[in-house]
């Protein structure tokens, strides 16, 4: 009798066994570390790793916010980044608004969407070199401003009409981001107001605003502080809509199994460090939110 096949399937269930046991050691371990930490701890773990690629957590309102001195902001922006979007796991609503200010074209543009297992909105504050005639605009590149160029900003995300959360800083790119939630981009409304320097960007900027339709059921102004609701966006949305139903659905599914995976845990701080000590791999995919990875410049 040929003993070769019964060894060879003994020896493979054996190999299955030893590694079932190192992964459920591997995850009750995990489980216990995430455990025994306290919630300074905790806090201070996320905001190590989350550093590095941008973020910070806030705790208070459990979501990801973009730091001021991120590495995003040594990258130009270009619609390319919007219409590629989608096929980065990326699917949203986008409303650039140009508009010409002591000789340079600035751009502050508003988003609204899914950003793989992350629902979430961004404001970002740009402007070019020079200033662009309206043909130019779209495709030119634009560089984020300087710390004295940034503006006061306050954005409050709503998902079916229910508070997700709000954000006041001034900044140059204004995130927020809440994990484990899928949305689509027409469930979510961003109501944000933006402060300028002076009357003359202001008017600027509102102007632009009037311009795509908006009109004063949906902006105000209050002294130098423009407010205004984007729900549906007035910019053509130019990336194709399979692609975008192909990763909603991606993105429906990741949302599911980043919940099932982390299961013991509610709170995005302990589900993000049980992934981080259990499957490290999981834990910086999930942490992928940036969008300057589709185009690098130097």
């Known amino acids: 009798m040929d003993l070769i096949p019964y ?3 003994t020896l493979f269930l054996a190999i299955c ?3 079932s046991w190192l992964f459920i050691d591997q995850k009750h371990h995990a489980l216990q570390k995430v455990r025994s930490l306290r919630i300074e701890e905790k806090r201070q773990i996320l905001s190590d790793l ?8 806030d705790p208070w309102q459990d979501i990801f916010t973009s730091k001021v001195d991120a590495w995003q902001r040594h990258y130009d922006y270009c619609i390319f980044f919007d219409h590629t979007a989608p096929f980065f796991q990326m699917v949203f609503d986008y409303e650039p608004v140009y508009f010409d200010y002591k000789g340079k074209t600035w751009l502050i543009e508003f988003w609204k969407g899914q950003y793989g297992i992350n629902t979430g909105c961004e404001v970002g504050i740009y402007r070019s070199d020079a200033l662009l005639a309206p043909s130019q605009r779209e495709n030119a590149h634009y560089h984020a401003v300087s710390d004295e160029e940034m503006l006061p900003m306050q954005i409050s995300l709503y998902r079916k009409g ?5 954000l006041s800083r001034r900044h140059w790119w204004l995130t927020g981001f809440c994990m484990g939630i899928f949305s689509k981009p027409e469930d979510l409304h961003l109501s944000c107001a933006v402060t300028f320097p002076d009357p003359a960007m202001l008017h600027a900027f509102t102007n632009a605003l009037r311009e795509k339709g908006y009109g004063t059921d949906r902006l105000r102004t209050e002294g130098k502080t423009a407010a205004f609701h984007f729900t549906a966006p007035a910019a053509p949305q130019h990336a194709p809509e399979i692609r975008r139903a192909l990763s909603q659905w ?7 199994i980043y919940r099932q995976a982390t299961r013991p845990f509610h709170k995005n701080i302990d ?4 992934l981080y000590y259990f499957l490290p791999s999981a834990f910086r995919k999930a942490l992928y939110i940036q ?8």
């Open 162 to 166: 229910h508070l997700l959360f709000t």
């Open 271 to 274: 589900r993000l460090l049980y």
């Open 250 to 256: 991606k993105n429906r599914l990741s949302c599911k």
């Open 17 to 19: 066994v030893i590694l």
């Open 291 to 298: 969008k300057t990875d589709m185009v690098r410049r130097p």
């Open 7 to 9: 060894i060879v399937v």
């Open 50 to 57: 989350a550093g590095p690629m941008g973020f910070i957590y």
